[in-house]
């Protein structure tokens, strides 16, 4: 059970899924479904702050290296072209519904990227990543919850 846990809690601060993976993961392996979407959506939205220190303080430094250069340039492009535009028109409600869609390259980690690159309030951008990691964790565990079921 500790294990499960973990591993869930795990894949919800992991970039490759988030807690889109994290609740299905831990529904699955037989874990209460409360603690389950709580502890994963805890565990995505401090991934929040932690980007947000990453990309003011350490990702500076690391850019004086060509290849971290490059990668990073890509996935500010990326944003940008992605998703860049609606965010930037509807500020706090793009952002929201970014991070709402429980899609691939949605989510907190584009949510900070793009905080970061658009340079919006860190205060009202966490409310935002917040209330969209919660909705996208709602869809997320009732999807998985009717599925286990049998309904959906």
């Known amino acids: 059970m500790i294990q499960d846990i973990i591993i869930a ?19 699955l392996s037989g874990l209460n479904i409360y603690l389950v979407f709580v502890a994963c959506f805890l565990a995505n939205v401090l991934v929040f ?9 350490v990702n500076d430094y690391l850019l004086r290296w060509n ?8 996935v500010a492009r ?3 072209v992605g998703s860049g535009d609606k965010i930037q028109k ?43 990691i919660f909705l996208s964790s709602v869809i997320v565990w009732a999807t998985t919850l009717l599925t286990m079921q049998g309904i959906a």
């Open 9 to 27: 809690i795990l894949w919800s601060i992991s970039p490759f899924g988030e807690a889109k993976v994290g609740i299905p993961y831990g529904m």
């Open 90 to 132: 509807y500020g706090f409600w793009g952002l929201l519904f970014f991070v709402m869609i429980p899609l691939p390259g949605t989510g907190v980690y584009a949510g900070s990227i793009a905080t970061y690159l658009f340079k919006i309030k860190k205060r009202k951008a966490f409310v935002a990543n917040t209330v969209g």
């Open 49 to 57: 702050p932690i980007m947000i220190f990453f990309l003011e303080k």
């Open 78 to 80: 990326r944003a940008k």
């Open 67 to 74: 290849l971290y250069k490059k990668a990073a340039i890509f």
